[in-house]
């Protein structure tokens, strides 16, 4: 049985659909909603909470330690999609959960090796037990090829090689962002959290043709200094 947020990637819904077992959808970040669905169900049934950190669409993070908290109490496990994350939060650049301590917490992380990292790939993280029996059950996995040694060679370096300097460098460029696209007119919609603290998707309000404009390789000396007026 999967609970699964209603915001929740595309991806992790077909994964879901895919699996064929029974679902219920729990309102955003609805911790009620949530918990009744979770009263519902016999303790003993397999069940898994399946969410993300950081939404992409919304631009709002999940309340990861209250979501760990039902899942103990109702004996469910924890599914937890830090794709939006990984690369940006954490002091290894594990994501949200690591950022808040909770990072053993979480029976399942995944992840990506795209996005913020700049190559690609994927990744779970858990117990043994649990990343065996999808190895050997996760059809999507065993019916496919490995990616390719270049690829993992830029993954492993990335990731190994990078120590920390990546996000501890791209984090506050993303903070930084918010104002240059202030400076260029742009209006940017602060997360329903802190601000732009936690924001690894930014929402933008502003005509297509514009942010085109902005975004525009031939544009790339306007924004050079319209960022250097950006306050350090």
Same mark, same amino acid.
């Given at each position: 049985?999967?609970?699964?947020?209603?915001?929740?990637?595309?991806?992790?819904?077909?994964?879901?659909?895919?699996?064929?077992?029974?679902?219920?959808?729990?309102?955003?970040?609805?911790?009620g909603?949530l918990?009744?669905?979770?009263?519902?169900?016999?303790?003993?049934?397999?069940?898994?909470?399946?969410?993300?950190?950081?939404?992409?669409?919304?631009?709002?993070?999940?309340?990861?330690?209250?979501?760990?908290?039902?899942?103990?109490?109702?004996?469910?496990?924890?599914?937890?999609?830090?794709?939006? +994350?990984v690369?940006?939060?954490?002091?290894? #650049?594990?994501?949200?959960?690591?950022?808040?301590?909770? #990072?053993?917490?979480?029976?399942?992380?995944?992840?990506?090796?795209?996005?913020?990292?700049?190559?690609?790939?994927?990744?779970?993280?858990?117990?043994?037990?649990?990343?065996?029996?999808?190895?050997?059950?996760?059809?999507?996995?065993?019916?496919?090829? +490995?990616?390719? @040694?270049?690829?993992?060679?830029? $993954?492993?370096?990335? =990731?190994?090689?990078? $120590?920390?300097?990546? =996000?501890?460098v791209?984090?506050?460029?993303?903070?930084d962002?918010?104002?240059?696209l202030?400076?260029?007119?742009?209006?940017?919609? @602060?997360?329903?959290?802190?601000?732009?603290?936690?924001?690894?998707?930014?929402?933008?309000?502003?005509?297509? +043709?514009?942010?085109?404009?902005?975004? $525009?390789?031939?544009d790339?000396?306007?924004?050079?200094?319209?960022?250097?007026?950006? @306050?350090?």
């Open positions: 049985m999967f609970l699964s947020d209603a915001q929740n990637h595309a991806s992790m819904i077909e994964g879901i659909r895919a699996a064929g077992c029974d679902k219920r959808i729990f309102r955003h970040n609805d911790l909603h918990e009744d669905l979770l009263k519902a169900l016999r303790r003993e049934r397999c069940k898994v909470i399946a969410f993300e950190s950081a939404y992409s669409m919304e631009g709002d993070i999940a309340p990861i330690a209250r979501i760990v908290e039902l899942a103990r109490a109702y004996g469910a496990l924890t599914y937890l999609d830090e794709v939006h +994350a690369g940006m939060h954490g002091p290894t #650049g594990a994501g949200i959960a690591e950022a808040e301590g909770l #990072g053993k917490a979480i029976n399942i992380v995944q992840g990506t090796l795209a996005k913020a990292f700049g190559v690609i790939g994927g990744y779970i993280a858990a117990s043994a037990p649990i990343v065996n029996a999808i190895r050997s059950h996760g059809g999507g996995f065993i019916f496919t090829t +490995a990616i390719p @040694p270049a690829v993992a060679a830029g $993954d492993y370096a990335h =990731w190994h090689e990078a $120590d920390g300097a990546v =996000w501890t791209a984090r506050p460029a993303a903070q962002l918010p104002q240059l202030d400076a260029y007119g742009v209006t940017v919609i @602060p997360d329903r959290i802190d601000g732009f603290t936690h924001n690894t998707a930014l929402h933008v309000v502003t005509p297509s +043709a514009r942010l085109a404009a902005i975004l $525009d390789m031939d790339l000396d306007g924004a050079e200094a319209a960022l250097a007026r950006v @306050p350090r």
